[in-house]
């Protein structure tokens, strides 16, 4: 598929995916989300790729689900096409690492994106909000369920009623971003931290999204009924065998996803 609205670059094992509509702040409509799925979907499978990193602008990670487009449609044509779910689900369905790197906006559908990624890395300008609630409606692709387990009850609340953005500081503090970096290294740092992770077991960084999504969907009892058995399940990998004796012959690691 040859992409308008994205751009794929793929170096050193890592899939940089940037969401160009910069007309538009990158505002989330069907072609682009079509377009994002499909390149996840192809990473995933691509042997070249070991983590990918989503980004946007300096301005604008996406500034949310395009108003343009969603402004005429009417209840039966979202309920009938199940407004961005087909796209979203094969998003969240990547089984390689994938991190969010997020600059400037990252409002409504564009927090709720970030939000879908396995974690978030922050510019120093960066701003998230969800500011539905401003036209009229709410967030319709994850907002009100994965704010709120990321941040608490109380400032998603404050998040979904207000409309205020959030800036990086006080994301990192509720644990919305796993770290702010200065915005001329947002990419350095998340590429970085990117090829730290294809260096890894594929296997294991696998089981690892695996085992922490399943604390979101599960009890603890559950969770760690799961826990248990894919570490148990990670002593039939070659990998298992490499990474102990490598640390125990004081060397590098060299995995081969086995
Ligand atoms: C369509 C958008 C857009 C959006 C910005 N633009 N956000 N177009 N959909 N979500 C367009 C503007 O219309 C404008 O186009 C251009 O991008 C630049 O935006 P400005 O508003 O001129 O920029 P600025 O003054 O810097 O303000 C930036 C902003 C503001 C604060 C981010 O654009 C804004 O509030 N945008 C809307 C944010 C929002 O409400 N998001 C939630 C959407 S609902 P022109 O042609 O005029 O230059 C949602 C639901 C998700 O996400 C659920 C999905 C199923």
Known sequence: MAYETITVEVEHY???????????????NAQLLTELADAMKCADRNEKVRCLVITGSDKAFAAGADISEMAKQSFVDMFESDYFTPETDAICATRKPVIAA???????????????????IAADTAKFGQPEINLGVVAGIGGTQRLTRFVGKSKAMDMHLTGRFMDAEEAERSG?????????????EAMAAAEKIAAK????????KEA?????????REG???ERRV????????????GMNAFLEKREAQFRDR
């Open 14 to 28: 890592v899939a940089l995916i940037r969401l160009n509509r910069p007309e538009a702040l990158n505002a989330l």
């Open 102 to 120: 997020v600059a400037g906006y990252a409002l409504g559908g564009g927090c709720e994106l970030a939000m879908m990624c396995d974690f978030i």
């Open 176 to 188: 919305l971003v796993s770290r702010v970096v200065p915005a001329k290294k947002l990419i350095e």
């Open 201 to 208: 077991s594929a296997i294991a960084t696998k089981v690892v």
């Open 212 to 220: 922490v999504n399943r604390s979101y969907e599960t009890t603890l």
């Open 224 to 226: 760690l009924l799961f």
């Open 231 to 242: 570490f148990h399940s990670l002593f039939a990998t070659e990998d298992q065998k490499e």
